[in-house]
């Protein structure tokens, strides 16, 4: 069975904002190598039209080698879009999501090993807090944004986590791995 990985970058303080930090070619080379293990993307809204700027880039490559190797990976990726405004996609790999996050994720997971990405803050947050998520990846970038979306909101109650492992890039991000400890309730 394949796995649920919530994989986000975040400041030092806790912030989601990707115009906040800048990642090099080492970190867009991981991400490359990441995503070619990768089945299916899950989004919302917003992290989506965000995205969408690596679909241009892989129409019209920067010659910058690590955006465009990220940019093919990711235009050719599915992605399945959770969206209450969004109708219709120009991107052809990315298509609705019909059910909500819980019944679509137990629903892809029953097919034999799919591993599914989330990439958005409001879904990560979501399946978390119903113990959907194997494994959680945390690009923390040496930068202190001071306003933002905090990642870890609404959290009624602790969620544990073990750290499997870290990785340290030239930048001074550091990725963490943490598998949440699965408990038999919900959040």
């Known amino acids: 069975m394949g796995k649920v990985i919530a994989a ?34 899950l989004y919302g809204r ?36 959770f969206s209450h405004t969004l109708t219709q996609f120009d991107w052809k790999s990315a298509r609705l999501a019909t059910k909500n996050i819980e019944e679509e994720i137990l629903n892809l997971k029953q097919k034999s090993g799919m591993n599914i990405f989330i990439g958005s803050r409001s879904l990560i947050m979501q399946a978390l807090k119903l113990n959907l998520i194997d494994e959680l990846q945390l690009m923390v970038h040496p930068v202190v944004a001071g306003i933002g979306l905090p990642l870890f909101n609404d959290i009624n109650e602790p969620i544990n986590l073990t750290l499997v492992k870290t990785k340290t890039f030239s930048s001074g991000a550091v990725l963490f791995y943490y598998n949440p400890i699965k408990t038999g309730k919900t959040y």
């Open 8 to 41: 986000i970058n975040m400041t030092l303080d806790g912030f989601c904002d990707h115009t906040a930090v800048t990642p090099d070619s080492e970190i867009h080379d991981h991400y490359t190598a990441l995503l070619r293990g990768a089945d299916l993307f």
């Open 46 to 81: 917003i992290t989506y039209q965000l995205m969408e700027f690596w679909r241009d880039l892989a129409k019209n490559p920067s010659g910058e080698k690590s955006m465009d190797d990220f940019a093919v990976v990711m235009d050719k990726l599915p992605k399945i879009v």
